[in-house]
């Protein structure tokens, strides 16, 4: 069987130190990268799109071409005159990395303005993954117009996919932040919380508080990520049960861990696989990713399971 993937966020200019005063460009972006992996991960009876919007420089012209490249398709992906995408700086200081962001006039912005466009976008998929990054850099009458797309697209029977990705620099008012990340998860039938992000924001003593909260939400399906301790699930009316973690031989760089985990897993869901055999197969992505530098790796280093 096949199918339409669609991701829905923000992918931003990378600048990395490359030694010597030099830095090196990338791109990246949660959803983005999560996009990345699942098409690495699917076969080609599942297109995967990305929806965003871009601007009309060269930076933008060359992130839909490094997209196409990749095999995402960029039909839905917006130009805004003027604009530029959102831009991320990681400084090294004593081996540990700390970001920083010019992001706040990014076209992604805008990514839900066109509500008509949105909604042909969401109508043609199966599956409509986002994040709460998605959410954070949209003004709340846009993330109103957004959710209510993808209530209607879990009403007419597709998977809606949230990662609910805490982040609060991205917000300005913390109770904000958790009600959009309430209501992002409403409009899910699956979530892929990171317990970390859960136990911080929320205040959850434990996974099976993570899962409880998300079912009081009504999500149907869950997943919480515990970085090397493994995946709790949660599918349906089944007994949640526990799915090990794959031992990583070195850590080179935990970024993109859960966005490569979501994408592998989400993959093999999509093809058939139970729940368990999909987050065993996510989390063997997750650490060949995470014995790499960067968010995206090559798909020819991916393990083919
Ligand atoms: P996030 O990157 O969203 O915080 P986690 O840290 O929970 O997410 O990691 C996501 C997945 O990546 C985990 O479920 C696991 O499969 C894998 N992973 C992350 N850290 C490790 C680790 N130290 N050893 C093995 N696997 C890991």
Not at 1 to 11: D, S, V
Not at 59 to 75: E, V, Y
């Amino acid at each position: 069987m096949g199918g339409k993937f669609l991701a829905i966020g923000e992918c931003m200019v990378e600048l990395a130190q490359a030694g010597d005063g030099l830095l090196r460009q990338g791109y990246a972006g949660d959803t983005f990268n999560t996009a990345w992996y699942a098409r690495a991960c699917l076969d080609e009876r599942w297109s995967v799109d990305y929806f965003t919007a871009l601007g009309d420089d060269p930076l933008s012209a060359d992130m839909l071409s490094m997209m196409r490249k990749a095999g995402i398709g960029t039909d839905n992906i917006r130009r805004i005159e003027g604009k530029t995408p959102g831009l991320y700086l990681i400084t090294l200081k004593d081996g540990e990395r700390s970001f920083s962001y010019w992001r706040d006039t990014a076209a992604a912005k805008k990514l839900a303005d066109d509500a008509d466009h949105l909604r042909r976008a969401i109508e043609a998929a199966d599956l409509v993954y986002f994040s709460g990054i998605t959410l954070g850099i949209l003004s709340p009458e846009a993330v109103e117009t957004l959710l209510s797309e993808l209530r209607r697209a879990r009403a007419a029977g597709k998977t809606v996919a949230f990662d609910p990705n805490i982040r609060p620099r991205l917000w300005q008012d913390r109770h904000r932040m958790l009600a959009t990340i309430e209501a992002g998860a409403r409009a899910a039938s699956l979530v892929l919380p990171s317990f970390d992000d859960e136990k911080t924001h929320f205040g959850d003593a434990s996974v099976e508080a993570t899962i409880e909260r998300y079912r009081s939400l009504g999500v149907v399906d869950i997943v919480v990520k515990n970085g090397a301790d493994g995946v709790t699930l949660a599918f349906g009316d089944t007994p949640s049960a526990h799915v090990a973690s794959k031992k990583a031989e070195t850590v080179v760089d935990t970024t993109s861990a859960g966005d490569s985990f979501n994408g592998g897993f989400l993959a093999r869901l999509l093809d058939g696989a139970t729940p368990a055999q999909s987050a065993a197969f996510g989390a063997a992505v997750a650490t060949t990713v995470i014995g790499h530098h960067g968010a995206l790796i090559s798909p020819q280093l991916l393990p083919k399971g």
